[in-house]
Structure formats: C-alpha cells, structure tokens
C-alpha cells in the first residue's frame, strides 16, 4: 500500500505549552488510521494542523507527494481532504438535499456556478447516490436540524465524500451517539475504507480496536506510540498513559 497522507515533525505551541510537538506518522491508501489519547493530548490541534484550520510551526504535511504544508482548509478540500468535525456542521435549517447539493458543488466547473442547482449534471448525481447510499430517502425534504444525532453524523459524513476526497478526516464520529448508532456508523466506516483512506479520532477504545489497521497514540502533544491494535493495547507505556493500567 502506498502512503496517501504523511506528517514529518508537525510542531504547534500556544504560548508555553507544545500543543502538538514533532509529530510524524503516515496514512496508507484504503486503511483505517485512528488516533487516539487522554484528553488534552492534541488530537483535535493535530487534525486542524492536517486540514488547514491552523499552520504548523514546524514540520511538513504530505498529500499524495504534493507538499501542502500550510495550505488554508479550502485549499485543502481541493487537493482531495475532507473532514467532518465534534460538532456537526449542517446547515440545519435547510433540508437534507440542500445541505448536499451544497456539498456537491465542488464537483463543478466554475462556469456553471449560476445554473440552477438541478441542472448541475455531475453534482446532482452524486447528491442522488449518496441520499441512496445512506439511506436517506425518508429525509431529503426534512430540515438538517430535525434529525436524529445519529442521523445528523451520517448526513455529515455523506457531506464530506460529496467532494470526492483521497482521504476522509473524522473527528469523534460516534461522539453522543447510541451504542447502535455507534454500531451502525462503525460498520459505515468499514464499508467507506473499502474506497477511501480515512483519519480518524475516537473514543471508543472497542470500536478502534475493531476498526482500525494502524493506530496511533498521542500523550502531551507528543506520539507516545503507533502500531496495529493488539501491539498498541500490549504496550506498557499506551496502557499506563491511556489506560490507566501498569
């Protein structure tokens, strides 16, 4: 497998404190890499690092060969990164359909920016794969923020692939969510990893297990650790530092 994504020494400080400190790592093509660590540890700053939300202090960010270290977070949605966030991020008052055929524009040359919205050949067909897909059928008239949680997260998720990304970014996809929600978004990201390469942050220690191939612990900004799931949990740093073991 090739190595879509890699970090070579991404370095953050906000005043004192080494937020995220010389962090390397790749990202192979069609896996599951998740990032994992007690709260505080960087996770999230490493995924803004990554998306173009904040610019390292020091280090590269690598897409596909390209160096695009320090590139805003719309320039990195064009070079092929998507990322959904904690906090959905849905225009809830407008309704499934819109919220993405929003998403889908990117897939759009500019000069067809002023077409009407369903007359946009491409993106109008990928916002109908995807509301079949994730089986969204039932809700494409409703407004974003009528959903479930549950629902909300899949929307958002759906959201992210409309731009057709090499590599999809999600923050605590199951945060807040049902165990059979979790459950059920668990099997959707092992059903997308089959044509995507996906960067995750979860909590779920059971669900990472289950899901990730390679995974990567973080401990005061720093990389305490990274390997498959079984060398991770037999660890005895990972064990003392996240769970509370040794």
């Known amino acids: 497998?090739?190595?879509?994504?890699?970090?070579?020494?991404?370095?953050?400080?906000?005043?004192?404190?080494?937020?995220?400190?010389?962090?390397?790592?790749?990202?192979?093509?069609?896996?599951?890499?998740?990032?994992?660590?007690?709260?505080?540890?960087?996770?999230t700053t490493l995924f803004n690092l990554i998306s173009g939300a904040l610019k390292p202090q020091a280090g590269r960010v690598t897409l596909s060969g390209r160096d695009v270290t320090g590139l805003s977070s719309a320039a990195m949605h064009r070079a092929g990164l998507a990322r959904s966030f904690q906090i959905t991020n849905l225009f809830s008052e407008m309704t499934v359909r819109e919220n993405l055929r929003l998403?889908?524009?990117?897939?759009?040359?500019?000069?067809?920016?002023?077409?009407?919205?369903?007359?946009?050949?491409?993106?109008?067909?990928?916002?109908?794969?995807?509301i079949?897909?994730?089986?969204?059928?039932?809700?494409?008239?409703?407004?974003?923020?009528?959903?479930?949680?549950?629902?909300?997260?899949?929307?958002?998720?759906?959201?992210?692939?409309?731009?057709?990304?090499?590599?999809?970014?999600?923050?605590?996809?199951?945060?807040?969510m049902s165990h059979a929600d979790t459950a059920d978004t668990g099997q959707l990201i092992r059903d997308l990893a089959r044509e995507v390469t996906i960067l995750l942050i979860e909590h779920d220690i059971g669900l990472v297990m289950e899901l990730s191939d390679h995974v990567v612990v973080m401990h005061q900004g720093r990389k305490l650790a990274e390997g498959g799931p079984a060398a991770i949990r037999a660890d005895p740093q990972v064990q003392a530092a996240y769970f509370g073991q040794g």
């Open 1 to 43: 497998m090739t190595d879509v994504l890699s970090l070579d020494g991404l370095s953050i400080a906000f005043g004192g404190l080494r937020a995220v400190d010389d962090v390397s790592f790749a990202v192979r093509e069609r896996a599951v890499t998740t990032v994992i660590g007690p709260n505080g540890a960087g996770k």
């Open 132 to 176: 079949d897909r994730f089986s969204l059928d039932a809700k494409v008239h409703e407004p974003a923020g009528a959903l479930s949680h549950g629902e909300q997260r899949r929307l958002e998720i759906a959201m992210c692939l409309a731009s057709e990304p090499q590599i999809l970014m999600l923050d605590e996809p199951t945060q807040g």
């Open 103 to 130: 998403a889908a524009q990117v897939l759009e040359p500019v000069s067809h920016a002023l077409r009407p919205l369903r007359r946009r050949g491409r993106a109008a067909d990928k916002v109908e794969a995807l």
